[in-house]
């Protein structure tokens, strides 16, 4: 048997053809897997209509919804391509992905219908599906086309080793790349975070994270999915939202970004009733070691930490509820059948993967593993420093431990060096994180002409009283941070650029910074 994302759902189905499969709230819609199968196999057979072959893209353009989802299935089944793209990009970035991609169809909702008709008439060859009420005129309707599409199952030959999807990288660190992936990778990847999360068929899981983000997708959506366990499907984050569906659906475990699981504990949590969340899954982003032990202390959940890359399917580590606290800053073991190493950074080129760095000592983190993408599309040079050697070249710098943990500092291009000195911003962010006044802190380096490069923080209060003495005295104080890592300079605002899978966006900062501190010319 070849397994693929479509043969693992329809074998789902086959199993539990009555269970409860999804909710989406945003619609009140609910599926058993048999219903769901039924309107996957309708957009299949519409794909189908529409003249989509096997290796053609489908993008979808919308929030968290049951349409996603659906998608996500019945591309597999047909052998299309499946091109989640990001809800927060502009009218420009998404036209980049467009013409990058190249879809046959891009299925989009309302609310982000301004940013589809500023540049639909630029794409002649892509039919738009909307998939809400009161279609505008250059798309069609997702309701009239499923309408007439038959719940047959189809017959289309697809194999374990095709391309399921392009994920597009968040574009971090420049434009986003195409990340392919194959069916077999992300079968892999699935059960690798079934067994990591132990998730089982009566477990409930809540999406709220961007569906599009293959954290959310292949970590949680699709485990869930190939378990035959159920998905309650939030349009958007919102804390409050999140903990009445908690109370009301009986939700037992979802994935959410540090600063997500940040926010949620800002709320009043006592009013709630969260006796059904049994375990939380953070990762994406780095979670300061403070905030693992508030959560830990006012959810008293099981949590687990993954670490990974779009690239890689993505977890590649996982740090398991018992390592929580122990080992609290790491991000975990390898996956199951991973391997990672820690090899000596080269300037200018892709590290060399045997020349390895001892334990405890820092380096470029590499990872080789069965969820490592095909390439980035139509970008040969990229996939090639990328995967130099056959070990993909994360970009992040960190250290394992001698008991073989892994900690993630930083990405080489965030690293701060000030006198010489290699400073990590994450340690620096921790430290702060620590201070009862602040709620939310980002450090990037200055360039400056005495140093190289000084630190600088910028800092979101908790506490409106809080000021810059302070903090330079707690830091001054702090047993884990030397002198010369301490922030010369406090930028305080209200909340910190983010992308939408929580990642700190740092070439906005120090643009900010920049713009702040350089001497106006008169
Ligand atoms: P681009 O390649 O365009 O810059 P991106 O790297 O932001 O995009 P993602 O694949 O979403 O795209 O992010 C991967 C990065 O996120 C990792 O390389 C790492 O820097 C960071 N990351 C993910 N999980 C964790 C974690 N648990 N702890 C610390 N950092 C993490």
Known sequence: MTTTIGKIFELTVKKFPNKDALYDVRKNVRYTYKEWNDQVNRLANALLKEGVKKGDRVSTFMFNTEELGTAFFACAKIGAIFNPINFRLTPEEVAYILADATPKVVLFEKSLEPVVSAIANRFDKISFWFIDEEKPEYAASYQEKLGSASTEEVQIDVNENDVYAFIYTSGTTGRPKGVMHTHRNMVDQSLLCVAAQKIEAEDVGLVTAPMFHCAELHCAFLPRVQIG??????????????????ENEKISRFFAAPTMWNMLLQEDLNQYDLSSLKQGLYGAAPMAPSLVHALHDSLGISLIQAYGMTEMGPAITFLSE?????????????????????????????????????????????????????????????????????????????????????????????????????????????????????????????????????????????????????????????????????????????????????????????????????????
């Open 322 to 522: 018992y390592d929580q606290l122990r080992k609290a800053g790491s991000a975990g073991q390898a996956a199951l059948n991973h391997d990672i190493r820690i090899v000596r950074t080269t300037e200018g080129g892709p590290s060399d993967p045997d020349d390895l760095m001892p334990a405890g000592e820092t380096g470029e983190i590499i990872v080789k593993g069965p969820c490592m993408m095909v390439g980035y599309f139509n970008r040969e040079e990229a996939t090639e420093n990328a995967l130099y050697k056959g070990w993909y070249h994360s970009g992040d710098i960190g250290y394992l431990d001698e008991d073989g943990f892994l900690f993630v500092n930083d990405r080489v291009d965030d690293m701060i060096i000030s006198g010489g000195e290699n400073i990590y911003p994450r340690e620096v962010e921790d430290a702060l994180h620590a201070h009862p006044g602040v709620l939310d802190v980002a450090i990037v380096g200055q360039p400056d002409d005495r140093w190289g490069e000084t630190v600088s923080a910028f800092v979101v209060k908790k506490d409106p009283n809080v000021t810059e003495q302070e903090l330079d005295e707690f830091c001054k104080n702090s047993d884990s941070l030397a002198n010369y890592k301490r922030p010369r300079k406090y930028i305080f605002c209200d909340a910190l650029p983010r992308n939408a899978s929580g990642k700190i966006q740092k070439f906005v900062l120090r643009k900010q910074l920049e713009e702040l501190f350089t001497p106006k010319k008169s």
């Open 229 to 246: 366990a159920k998905n309650v499907i939030l349009h958007q984050f919102n804390p409050k939202a999140i903990l009445s569906l908690i």
